[in-house]
């Protein structure tokens, strides 16, 4: 059943990014191509399947809400392509494709990233079943997540301790900043397009901290203990470029028992809904099990 | 009178703009540091006192806008961070002041750059005197014309065109989304924030964009017979590196001709409006004496 559901949401996802960024009538064709090549790259559309499955979870109809599901996927897109860049992680490869600059330029890869995250909240204005007043508070979940006191702030803090070894407190900071802030966004975001009360959006900003935390933690020790070819990069990679992660700052065993009571927690803040919150229960286990 | 109301409004986005980005509580005190160093590098601030006069012009109170008035400001400042960027124009000044980069590194300018775009969104939301449905029309009209069908799309088009003649339906279109998308936005959002009829907003579409055909064009013409001091570049320096512009594209006699038509036809759009419009009229008669 988790399954299924994660599949369909995807491909409601797919479907919808398939036709978002204009091709026909576009000033630059170039620039469009160099945004699909990223939007259309595949991935596990985390954040947009957590917008849905927070709505689903409050009583909404979560699918209804895929347009805003697709502007967060465009803002997570274009931060890959600009910490791809030689100025930032200079990486040529992501998901065994060339990244974005390595196909298009740096130039234009500057500015597909800028066009999918301007673009994010002209396809958030286009949430038509929303009132308005909801639809704002959505742009401002997402804006305040993704600017310098979320998303880039954090990105700004990794690119200021390159080749450092950093504490536990900045390590945490930081992911909660980079990636954390996001999915914060994801789900609070889909709670309030489908009108949650106030309780409710409490309730399932503890699960998306926790899910974060949980996320980043396994994502770490996923680089020692996983399988190369599964998550695209060689195992150990992070112990051999001086990367402080969740495992080196502690050991395996610390990082294994820190992930679990994440996941803990993420399930226990759940305690007020039905079954509605399977999917939601589900996933945040999944990612102590999962291999990539 | 025109210079009085100028100032007036310049200083009110300077101070607003002063205090717009975290400090304290910041995640990145450098990240700060880079967004402040560019947003508050002095310009005209044509943009921001655009937006409140043309809320004046509708017998809105302009000045109560100036958080959506300083959002577009930070969303032109971006642009000008990423277009000095070496993957782009490779700019070491710009106003007489080290480029972004050049202070703060490649990465942090783009950062930067992401950060100021973002928070631009955060800060149109909180633009309280204002009902939620005209905010989000806001958000719309910055969204849609800074991102692939403007601003972005332009200078894509500039990119690509680069070392390039270009014919003259390129040249206007790439204008016109790389320059005068922005002024449109800033025109159109102090009408709809001060509650403009739809009469209104579209006599001030036609004014915005032959404001910013002026603009580009008397722009082009400083380039030939300005003084290299007061436009700070060389005169002359578009002909030499075979950048077409009206002028190389016509002659001078004729962009002379072309932009006091495109004023005269901006003047025409406001007879509709009192002299509620007067600093509308003298800003786009003040394009073609300027010398800088």
């Known amino acids: 059943m988790f399954k299924t559901y994660w ?3 995807l491909q409601l996802v797919e479907a919808e990014l398939a036709q978002i960024i204009p091709q026909k009538s576009a000033l630059s064709s170039t620039l469009c191509e160099a945004m699909n090549y990223s939007l259309m790259a595949g991935g596990k559309r985390l954040r947009p399947v957590l917008l849905i499955a927070a709505a689903d979870a409050v009583g909404g109809e979560g699918d209804s809400f895929v347009k805003s599901a697709c502007a967060i996927e465009m803002i997570h897109t274009y931060s890959l392509i600009h910490d791809d860049l030689p100025a ?10 060339l990244t974005n600059h390595k196909v298009y330029g740096d130039g234009m890869a500057v500015l597909a ?3 999918l995250l301007t673009m994010a909240f002209e396809v958030l204005c286009s949430q038509k079943n929303v009132n308005a007043e909801n639809r704002l508070r959505v742009v ?3 804006s305040f997540s993704a600017g310098p006191n979320g998303m880039v702030g954090g990105q700004a803090i990794d690119l200021l301790s390159e080749n450092k070894r950093i504490d536990m407190k900045t390590l945490k900071q930081m992911h909660e900043a980079k990636t954390g802030a996001l999915f914060c966004a994801a789900i609070r975001s889909g709670a309030i397009l489908a009108n949650a009360t106030d309780r409710e ?6 699960y998306a901290e926790k899910f974060g935390l949980a996320f980043q933690i396994t994502d ?3 680089d020692v203990i996983g399988s190369a070819e599964k998550i695209g990069k060689p195992v150990g990679s992070d112990e051999r470029n001086h990367k402080s992660t969740y495992v080196t700052l502690t050991s395996l065993a610390e990082a294994k028992k820190m992930a679990a009571e994440a996941v803990e927690d993420a399930l226990h803040s759940l305690d007020i809904f039905g079954s509605q919150a399977d999917f939601l229960r589900s996933i945040v286990q999944y990612l102590e099990s999962r291999d990539k």
């Open 113 to 115: 990233g800028d066009a």
């Open 7 to 9: 599949n369909e949401k």
């Open 220 to 222: 770490d020790i996923l």
């Open 201 to 206: 959006v409490d309730a399932l900003t503890i």
């Open 140 to 142: 401002r979940e997402m």
């Open 88 to 97: 930032m992680d200079n990486d040529d490869y992501r998901r065994g494709k």
